[in-house]
């Protein structure tokens, strides 16, 4: 149930079955015109009242008659009654502590001699414990989504909300870095950063807004900037122990009143890619010397469409591998494959339409390849979550059928088939779809085809 605001003031039931402390502390509390505090002498009566009202936050005692405090917050747990809830005990009450925080219970606060302090840190933790879960409860809904959708995709990706709380920690990251999940929800403090750099720094996410100087200070290099994403690589890292270079991609999670609610970013290895850049420089020198003979000459449309490939697949490069397969498209206008690849760039770039474009031109001229439907699948996919258009996802679930007619052991296909009819609120088929791929992963881990 939602608090009921009070002119505007933050709403606090306090219980306890000492009248003097009960008026001493809504004297505290309410002296900043900010907190209107409604006191109890017993839990049982705090149950009556909170029958037909709510409150912000509740303040209760642990030892009182008839019912103690930790009963009242686990009858109010069970209920489903989230209202952020502060154990106020006696001071060497250890095991109650443990009892409240078992319980849900959001602080608990011992009693001592020190009563300005005391209740200076009751208001504080009140207005923290209303704040948190304030947050909690404008990203639950969009938390559970995300970390659907997160857990699916095929980046080592990880989320955190406004307060640099992690959030969603995906399988593919739990592979890179070999750090289960459930060793980093819920941890702040540039937890996420220690995998990677052993020592807590800020990533990508934590930078949008800031100047490029500053990114390039934390050893950022290839930095670009698009609404609500920055890219980048760093070559200082470390993936289980070894120095590594990583591609990064951190993008903004909003509401759609365009409020930030968190970040999530996207880790690639290109460790290789890099270490192989010597080579690449030679080859491109080479190439020069050799542009005369190209330009006389022309090259074949399966050499530029081979260099397209690795430009891609192998260095992260999108937009060179885009010029070499227009190229091949400019020689063979009918070569499906260039087609499909060139979006496969566009849909990396985030270039959804322009990606949907080149997939339909490829299934215009070859409508029997799997792999063209796949790709459009996916793009709608993205376009359909950047956009809120649910529509896309009804295109994508065509698509990925059409995969699985032809491929029925895809298990991408089956997951990304199950997140679209997630979005779509068709969750029954959306949990068969997900059975299907765990299924496929357990008979045979090697299924994954893309």
């Known amino acids: 149930m939602a608090a009921t605001p009070w ?60 019912m103690n405090g930790i009963v009242l917050l686990k009858i109010l747990r069970a209920e489903g009654d989230l209202t952020p809830f502060i154990v106020f005990t006696g001071r060497g009450r250890e095991h109650v502590i443990v009892e409240a925080l078992n319980n849900r219970a959001d602080f608990f606060l011992s009693k001592g001699q020190d ?21 909690e409860e404008s990203l639950e809904v969009a938390d559970r989504q995300m970390v659907d959708i997160i857990n699916h995709m095929p980046d080592a990706s990880f989320a955190i909300d406004c307060e640099g709380r992690i959030i969603s920690w995906n399988r593919a990251m739990e592979d890179l870095t070999g750090v289960p999940a459930a060793q980093m929800i819920g941890k702040g403090n540039f937890e996420y950063a220690l995998p990677f750099y052993g020592k807590r720094r800020p990533l990508l996410v934590d930078l949008f807004g800031k100047p490029e100087g500053d990114i390039r200070a934390l050893s950022y290099r290839n930095i670009q900037r698009e609404e609500n994403t920055l890219t980048a690589e760093n070559q200082e890292a470390f993936i289980r122990g070894r120095p590594a270079v ?58 530029w469409f081979k260099r397209g490939v690795d430009l891609y697949y192998k260095q992260g490069r999108f937009l060179d591998a885009i010029e070499c397969f227009d190229k091949v498209i400019e020689m063979d206008p009918a070569h499906v494959e260039a087609w499909r690849e060139k979006g496969v760039c566009f849909k990396e770039l985030g270039r959804y339409e322009e990606a949907l474009q080149c997939f339909d031109r490829a299934i215009d001229l070859d409508a029997k390849v799997p792999a063209s439907y796949y790709a459009k699948g996916e793009a709608l996919e993205r376009l359909g979550r950047e956009r809120g258009d649910f529509s896309l996802y009804e295109k994508a679930v065509a698509c990925f059928d059409i995969v699985l007619q032809e491929e029925p052991e895809n298990v991408n296909a089956w997951n990304y088939r199950g997140v679209c009819l997630k979005e779509l609120g068709r969750f029954e088929e959306a949990r068969r779809s997900f059975d299907k791929a765990q299924t496929l992963l357990r008979m045979n881990p090697r299924t994954l085809s893309h």
């Open 7 to 66: 002119n505007g003031k933050i709403s606090v039931l306090f219980i306890d079955d000492e009248p003097a402390l009960l008026e001493v502390t809504k004297l505290f509390l309410e002296r900043s015109g900010e907190l209107q505090v409604e006191t109890c002498r017993s839990a049982v009566e705090a149950l009556e009242v909170l029958k037909t009202r709510s409150f912000d936050a509740i303040v209760c005692d642990y030892e009182m008659p008839l």
């Open 115 to 135: 009563p300005k302090a005391k209740f200076a840190e009751l208001d504080r933790m009140i207005r923290q414990a209303i704040s948190r879960r304030a947050v």
């Open 246 to 303: 990583l591609w990064s991609r951190a993008t903004l999670i909003l509401d759609r009143k365009g409020s930030v609610l968190g970040a999530i970013e996207s880790v690639r290895d290109i460790t290789d890619i890099r270490k192989t850049a010597e080579r690449q420089e030679a080859e491109r020198a080479r190439e020069k010397e050799t542009g005369l003979f190209d330009r006389i000459f022309g090259r074949s449309t399966s050499s």
